[in-house]
């Protein structure tokens, strides 16, 4: 029986993650469910699983509250392992504080690895503890490379839906709105990774991801667009073959992989054949139209504080896009002057802390004084 902790439990991938508990009753127990500000379902959901603590970051007279109450909860004597799937990176302090108790980690929450992998990892490294990718892309990688190692690898080859504007050129972009930017065609998410992948910088984010998880360089990390997101991810191994993982979108039987490592179970979820989608199709990213993934890129080869910046600076370019301010194409511009301007230095806890505050207070200054197309 291993005992878990869900940060995030009210949102896509927290709910998913209840959906699997409920399915493996014999093999997984909530100990811990934390939420931003959801404190009504939070309590439904504290109420479904009995033996469950809460923690909500937003103040709540009922439930422990804060950035602290999220730390404890992370570090719970009772709990086994710690789902992270908060929207963000503000995932990244109660991550580390369950590496250092020891947990075993379920991460949903690229930003924490995007924004900070060059102290996460020697830390998981140093304690000796599992990080298992929840992404559907990291985790068909993880089951590729069952029994080979990084030096194994000749390539990851990640694989993307293409978002909602796939096939569109900067000039039929220039006027999108939130509400289209968060029509996904194959999955169901929260808004702000949908939003991610209709930019193109989901696949950005994944590919520094990839590089930390599989201990590779960023240069052995590409990505091709495949819009029946049937193929969750390939590796060409060094002696050039590749292995691919497949099978519907539906992120329960990601979850469950990592929840379950190395058992494999059966469950209820709909299975894929190959006569079910006859025709798997590829194209390259056209990098011209969606210029956030090369940013990302961009900030790997760097290093130190930017992958932060460029993370925090999209993520509020991101959010601020979502509440109604700037632009679809204006996200990538923000991120790039945000990288224009930023000094990067060696990543500490500390550094990072101060490069997300600046990053996100800067891209909210280009935003604001730069005159914006309204949007609905
Ligand atoms: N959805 C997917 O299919 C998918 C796939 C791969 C990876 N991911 C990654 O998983 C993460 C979560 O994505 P999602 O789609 O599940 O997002 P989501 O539906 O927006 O849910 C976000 C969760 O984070 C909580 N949260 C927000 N701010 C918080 C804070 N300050 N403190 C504590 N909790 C906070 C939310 O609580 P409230 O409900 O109270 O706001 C909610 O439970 C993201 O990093 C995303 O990139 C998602």
Redesign the pocket.
């Known amino acids: 029986m291993k005992r878990i902790v869900v ?8 709910r998913q993650t209840l959906d699997v508990v409920r399915q493996h009753p014999d093999r997984l127990e909530v100990v811990g469910l ?5 404190a009504e ?2 309590l439904r959901q504290g109420s479904e699983f009995p033996k469950a603590k809460l923690a909500l ?1 937003h103040p709540h007279p009922e439930i422990p509250s804060g950035m602290q109450a ?1 730390m404890e909860l992370a570090t719970l004597p009772e709990a086994d392992l710690v789902v992270v ?4 990176v ?1 995932g990244l302090r109660p991550t580390i504080a369950a590496i250092e108790a020891g947990k075993e980690i379920a991460l ?4 924490v690895l995007v924004a900070a992998g060059e102290i996460v990892m020697p830390l998981v490294q140093a304690k000796g503890v599992r990080l298992l990718p ?3 892309e990291h985790s068909a990688i993880h089951q590729c490379l069952r029994g080979y190692g990084s030096g194994d690898v000749g390539e990851i080859i990640l694989t993307a839906s293409g978002g909602p504007f796939r096939g569109r050129n900067r000039r039929d972009l220039e006027n999108v709105t939130a509400t289209e930017a968060l029509k996904h065609p194959t ?1 169901s ?5 949908t939003l ?1 992948s209709a930019t193109l910088m989901n696949k950005g984010l994944e590919m520094i991801e990839a590089r930390w998880l599989f201990s590779v360089p960023i240069s052995s990390v590409r990505a091709v667009i495949h819009p029946q997101s049937i193929i969750h991810s390939m590796v060409r191994l060094k002696d050039g073959s590749v292995l691919a993982q497949m099978g519907w979108p539906d ?1 329960r039987l990601p979850i469950q992989v990592a929840l379950l490592d190395p058992e494999r179970k059966p469950n209820s979820l709909p299975t894929w054949n190959p006569l079910d989608t006859p025709e798997l199709t590829f194209e390259p990213i056209d990098e011209e139209t969606f210029p956030c993934p090369s940013l990302a890129r961009r900030s790997a080869e760097i290093g130190g504080t930017m992958p932060c910046a460029m993370n925090s600076a999209n993520e509020e370019a991101a959010n601020l896009f979502l509440r109604g301010e700037g632009t679809f194409l204006g996200i990538a511009d923000v991120v790039r002057e945000v990288m224009e301007r930023h000094e990067p230095s060696k990543a500490t806890l500390e550094t990072l802390l101060e490069t997300d505050r600046w990053a996100r207070e800067t891209a909210q200054r280009i935003i604001r004084n730069k005159p914006q197309t309204p949007h609905g």
């Not at 934390?34 to 959801?38: E, Y």
């Not at 949903?108 to 930003?111: C, D, H, I, T, Y």
Request: aromatic letters at 6%; zero cysteines.
């Open positions: 940060l995030g439990s009210t949102g896509s991938i927290g934390a939420a931003g500000s959801n379902l939070l970051f999220l799937s908060v929207a963000g503000i949903a929450s690229k930003e929840i992404d559907s999955w998410m929260g808004g702000k990774i991610d992120m």
